[in-house]
């Protein structure tokens, strides 16, 4: 049984910076393609971040050069450094497994099979 556990998050102001981790339980850490969604109140669900098998990364434009995704395969544990928050980054987010790199897109969210239950981000301005 594949189980995506998400910790952290919060609230913070503005500029400021936070952390959500997303452990990985009944899967060959290795072999999977990881990723982070989030999602506001009335808005679709939004690719925030991906890392390949091979360790490649690739994010969404609106978060180049604040946000890092990286992972402790020690720890089975996948991570979303934010820094410099803004306030439209205030979303549920998600972690999410694939097998693979959805064909369609990195973040095709119907390309990946496993997901968290989600921890809440708001930023104040």
Do not use: H
Request: aromatic share 14%.
């Amino acid at each position: 049984q594949v189980q995506l556990v998400e910790s952290g998050g919060g609230s913070v102001q503005a500029g400021g910076s936070l952390s959500v981790s997303c452990a990985v339980f009944g899967y060959t850490w290795s072999t999977i393609y990881m990723g982070w969604f989030r999602q506001a109140p009335g808005k679709e669900r939004e690719g925030v971040a991906a890392l390949g098998i091979d360790g490649s990364t690739t994010y969404v434009d609106s978060v180049k050069g604040r946000f890092t995704i990286s992972r402790d395969n020690a720890k089975n544990t996948l991570y979303l450094q934010m820094n410099s928050l803004k306030p439209e980054d205030t979303a549920m987010y998600y972690c999410a497994s694939a097998r693979f790199r959805p064909m369609r897109s990195w973040d095709f969210a119907g390309g990946y099979n496993y997901w968290g239950q989600g921890t809440q981000v708001t930023v104040s301005s």
